[in-house]
């Protein structure tokens, strides 16, 4: 075990894991988190606390973590490399260590320009795939990217993220390799609606066998209203939501039921997908659906290791 | 060239108004091709700020003139008298001129005309692109000639980040995503195999946050040494 962490135990043990986002509030309440840690906690193997994502100011992840680890709950804290430089990245790392956190999950980060600061200046110090790397040379070496050593253990489970939807399409395949290399033990993607698209991608990384090097978990994002599908189609860059799913949700009489029965069918799918090893579900203020889907998917009761 | 844009007549107006004589210096290579704070531009901006003095009721003079480059003494002979007879020097030179001038022109305040903008060329008539950042360590040769850290949002060096779609950057539609330029550049080129190496976090120290840089070359600051013939010639 390089962690120990449950989402760690629960893909080595070959088990189809579930993950879901906690959103931190844009303010000062534990209770927020604790909330929605409660909603999630009996659906999921590990909790992903977003950090200051679409660079909105929120409760940091680490803080978000720590309230649920307080709760028992093994919480993956996603690290964004917009707002802090090796200095503070590296820090942070030894602060989420000491403090019980085992799951990181690396990101770039959505430009700040999409924020609620978009006149900050952003750091970019490192990039994502360097970050991968240096939470690996962390643990393993037990040194910091500058060489010299760090004292104690760095128990870390190296989480990445990639999104086959955008482009250049070939060059993603590649791009999950240089993730792999640098270390990342699991990836979650970007949301997927379009599956053919997505099993095609996975037949490339078959083909290249980063699934037998990496865990990978396919993100789900379940759509609440015909606005919301349409946004994610015309809006969002990098997410591919075919016209398809935009007409069944425009004519259906209970949408939100709708969204729930086109996510099932996709998480049905991706099931059958080779070298997928798990689920992420990324309810945005929807969280209470999450535990619905995992029952209705057949994906309970989760694992106790 | 270093491209520049020009800063709004108010914004300038709230700098100077309370200066009776104004000396509006223009600066004719780069700012003057992308049309922001050359000789013609100076004197466009003397009228106007004339014009703006009188309509307001205040009593200035505006004067204008122009010199070849404001990032090198020589240039600034013809003008100092002229320099030295105002209250202050509106340039409209990039910063590095206003910079320049500060050091020449004593106790005359230098403010700057114009917004500088960034290092670029000419796309085409009127348009001026972004394409290095002067950061020292260049890697060019590593990416098809299409610079990451100028050109991409984010400055990353093992691109493309999830944000890129139809070839476009996440932050705008018009805005080319440059790690899409250099995997399909380097497609071309036959090379794409040195992109699947990682790229190890760049020294950022040779950029702009290792603080002020200065390139010094000893070959032409060195004192000359003492001729052989000469020092020889002397002890006897």
């Given at each position: 075990m390089k962690s120990g962490s449950n989402?760690?135990?629960?893909?080595?043990?070959?088990?189809?894991?579930?993950?879901?986002?906690?959103?931190?509030?844009?303010?000062?309440?534990?209770?927020?988190?604790?909330?929605?840690?409660?909603?999630?906690?009996?659906?999921?193997?590990?909790?992903?606390?977003?950090?200051?994502?679409?660079?909105?100011?929120?409760?940091?992840?680490?803080?978000?973590?720590?309230?649920?680890?307080?709760?028992?709950?093994?919480?993956?804290?996603?690290m964004v490399v917009r707002d802090r430089n090796r200095i503070a990245i590296q820090s942070d790392i030894l602060g989420a260590v000491a403090l019980g956190i085992r799951n990181v999950l690396c990101l770039s980060g959505d430009h700040q320009k999409f924020g609620n600061h978009p006149t900050a200046k952003n750091v970019y110090d490192i990039d994502s795939i360097q970050l991968v790397k240096t939470l690996k040379t962390m643990r393993d070496e037990k040194k910091f990217l500058c060489g010299e050593n760090i004292s104690g253990e760095v128990p870390l489970f190296i989480g990445a993220v990639e999104n086959p939807f955008a482009d250049p399409f070939e060059f993603r395949v590649i791009r999950l390799g240089k993730k792999v290399q640098a270390g990342a033990d699991f990836i979650q993607t970007q949301a997927v609606y379009d599956v053919d698209k997505f099993a095609g991608w996975m037949k490339m990384v078959r083909d290249r066998g980063l699934d037998k090097q990496v865990h990978i978990l396919a993100g789900v994002i379940p759509i609440k209203s015909v606005g919301m599908a349409r946004y994610m189609r015309d809006n969002v860059s990098g997410v591919s939501v075919p016209d398809e799913i935009v007409t069944r949700l425009e004519d259906a009489k209970d949408v939100k039921e709708e969204g729930v029965k086109i996510t099932l069918e996709i998480i049905d799918r991706l099931k059958d997908i080779d070298g997928i090893h798990g689920v992420h579900v990324m309810a945005v203020a929807w969280e209470d659906i999450v535990p619905v889907i995992a029952e209705r998917a057949g994906l309970l009761p989760r694992p106790i290791l | 060239m270093i491209v520049g844009t020009q800063k709004p007549l108010e914004e300038i107006w709230d700098m100077i108004k309370g200066f009776r004589k104004v000396l509006v210096l223009g600066c004719n290579t780069c700012v003057a091709i992308c049309h922001a704070g050359?000789?013609?531009?100076?004197?466009?901006?003397?009228?106007?700020?004339?014009?703006?003095?009188?309509?307001?009721?205040?009593?200035?003079?505006?004067?204008?003139?122009?010199?070849?480059?404001?990032?090198?003494?020589?240039?600034?002979?013809?003008?100092m008298d002229e320099v030295r007879a105002s209250d202050v020097v509106l340039s409209l030179a990039c910063g590095v001129g206003v910079n320049f001038l500060a050091d020449k022109a004593g106790d005359i305040p230098a403010f700057p005309g114009i917004d500088t903008a960034f290092f670029g060329a000419v796309e085409k008539a009127g348009i001026f692109k972004e394409l290095c950042a002067g950061c020292g360590g260049c890697i060019l040769h590593l990416t098809g000639g299409i610079c990451p850290v100028a050109r991409c949002s984010k400055s990353i060096m093992n691109g493309p980040c999830g944000g890129t779609s139809d070839g476009k950057c996440e932050i705008s539609r018009d805005v080319d995503c440059a790690w899409y330029l250099i995997v399909e550049r380097m497609k071309k080129l036959g090379t794409l195999e040195k992109l699947f190496e990682i790229q190890p976090p760049k020294d950022w120290s040779t950029g702009l946050y290792g603080g002020p840089r200065k390139v010094v070359l000893e070959h032409i600051t060195a004192p000359e040494p003492p001729e052989k013939g000469k020092e020889s010639q002397g002890g006897m």
């Open positions: 989402l760690e135990k629960v893909l080595e043990g070959g088990h189809f894991a579930v993950t879901a986002e906690v959103g931190p509030p844009k303010g000062t309440s534990a209770s927020v988190v604790q909330k929605k840690g409660d909603i999630l906690k009996s659906c999921c193997d590990a909790l992903n606390v977003t950090d200051n994502q679409t660079a909105i100011v929120r409760m940091s992840s680490l803080s978000g973590c720590v309230i649920l680890k307080g709760m028992g709950l093994d919480p993956v804290m996603q | 050359g000789g013609k531009e100076a004197e466009i901006l003397a009228s106007l700020l004339r014009m703006k003095a009188s309509l307001s009721g205040v009593e200035t003079t505006v004067r204008h003139a122009a010199i070849e480059r404001q990032c090198e003494s020589e240039f600034f002979e013809p003008v």
